[in-house]
């Protein structure tokens, strides 16, 4: 048996859901419900569509937004690092190499996912 | 007779230093030095770390590492409040992770059982890019002196809490989440002073402002100032962490340099704000006066 056979490209694409709910639940643990309220009302219905029905549509939705959010993260961030001012200090105690690789690695997800929709559902 | 002469000499000397001076005062003078200077850069930490700023939060967590053997080191039990909260809003958490931080404090309990509790603290973070000398390691020095004595005192009929705030700088983080706790935990809790920026005097009138103070409270600080020759000056909203409980409905009552009347540390927020700018003797005086707020409290 090969391993190919146990994990498809549809596993892979089930696992980009993962962070946006290890986020959510990193709230959850300090009492706030709302980032894994945001996980769920967007990221099941996708991640059902996807494993379900192989909607490409529900794919797509999801690449994109990867992308969006990538894009977001990495102009905010970068804006913080130049704007010192006014920036809590606890924000930009996060802009590490860490942050920026996570930023990278959501952004390059989004447009593999977008770019290979087809082949992986 | 020459030895004589010196030795009446120096008796003279030594007594026009002390004069004016409550005892032990030139020793929590000297502390709160020394506190200022490690917090500040001015001197090195014990580990050989120059803390030119208390931002980060490595820089923090090493601040208040000192601030909990410091504590320690007057022979209080200093404990750490760990937090993780939120940030401002939703879009922000989505982006960041929760913001962590660690207020410091110490419990001086009370020789006779009560339940009260008298919280008085100060920030110990600095803005980013300033040593926060004034603002606020003279708030700290305050405080830590303060609570030396109250340990000191023979009899306290209330419980005193001590308490470091982590993040003031960030829209009062650190003591929003300790006054969350408190109430939270129940505590009865008689008052709460916060000090910030107790540094600058450059009129020399020794005077301060009290902010928002609650009326039992402002009469206290007003009749204890007056003996003590500090003119007082009231002033309205919340500038600092008295902000965080005055929100929770807690008796409060802020302590700081003329900030609304004009006599105020220019530097704050500023590389500048160091070490060399701060009055030691404003210092020392407004010290005076919230220990014997303190040491009324604990009388009554
Ligand atoms: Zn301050």
Avoid at chain 1, 2 to 29: A, M
Avoid at chain 2, 52 to 59: C, G, L, N, V
Avoid at chain 2, 219 to 228: D, G, P, Q, V
């Amino acid at each position: 048996m090969k391993i190919q056979s146990y994990i498809t490209p549809k596993h892979l694409v089930l696992l980009s859901f993962t962070p946006i709910f290890v986020k959510g639940f990193e709230y959850l643990l300090i009492g706030n419900t709302h980032p894994l309220l945001v996980a769920t009302i967007i990221g099941l219905p996708l991640a059902v569509l996807i494993w379900f029905k192989q909607s490409i549509w529900a794919l797509k939705i999801w690449s994109v937004l990867l992308i969006g959010y990538g894009t977001i993260r990495l102009l905010l961030s970068t804006t913080l690092l130049f704007v010192n001012k006014g920036v809590e200090a606890a924000i930009q105690d996060q802009l590490t190499p860490s942050y920026f690789i996570w930023t990278i690695s959501f952004l390059a997800l989004g447009i593999f996912l977008y770019r290979r929709r087809r082949q992986l559902v | 007779m020459k030895n004589l002469v010196v030795l009446l000499l120096f008796v003279l000397v030594g007594s026009q230093v002390t004069l004016g001076q409550t005892p032990g005062t030139r020793h929590t003078g000297s502390m709160q030095k020394e506190l200022v200077a490690k917090l500040t850069g001015h001197l090195p930490l014990e580990s050989g770390f120059v803390l030119t700023q208390r931002s980060k939060s490595f820089e923090r967590a090493i601040a208040a590492q000192y601030l909990e053997e410091s504590l320690k080191s007057i022979g209080l039990q200093a404990r750490k409040h760990q937090y993780t909260v939120s940030n401002i809003n939703l879009i922000v958490d989505m982006m960041f992770h929760p913001i962590e931080g660690t207020n410091i404090y110490a419990i001086i309990p009370a020789t006779n059982a009560s339940d009260e509790y008298v919280v008085f603290g100060a920030h110990y973070d600095s803005e980013p890019g300033s040593p926060g000398a004034i603002d606020n390691a003279s708030g700290v020095a305050l405080c830590y002196a303060v609570a030396k004595q109250l340990a000191e005192l023979q009899v306290r009929n209330r419980n005193f809490v001590v308490v470091f705030f982590d993040q003031e700088e960030d829209d009062e983080i650190g003591s929003r989440a300790f006054a969350q706790w408190a109430k939270e935990e129940g505590r009865n809790v008689h008052s709460v002073h916060t000090t910030d920026l107790v540094g600058w005097d450059n009129n020399g009138n020794r005077a301060v402002e009290l902010q928002s103070p609650a009326a039992m409270l402002e009469s206290t600080y007003k009749a204890i100032a007056e003996r003590l020759g500090i003119p007082i000056h009231i002033t309205t909203g919340a500038s600092s962490d008295n902000k965080s409980f005055l929100e929770m409905g807690f008796d409060t009552i802020a302590i700081s340099e003329e900030w609304f009347n004009g006599d105020h540390t220019p530097h704050i927020h500023k590389p500048t704000d160091v070490y060399s700018t701060v009055n030691f003797e404003y210092l020392s005086s407004t010290t005076e006066l919230v220990y014997e707020v303190m040491k009324q409290l604990a009388e009554n």
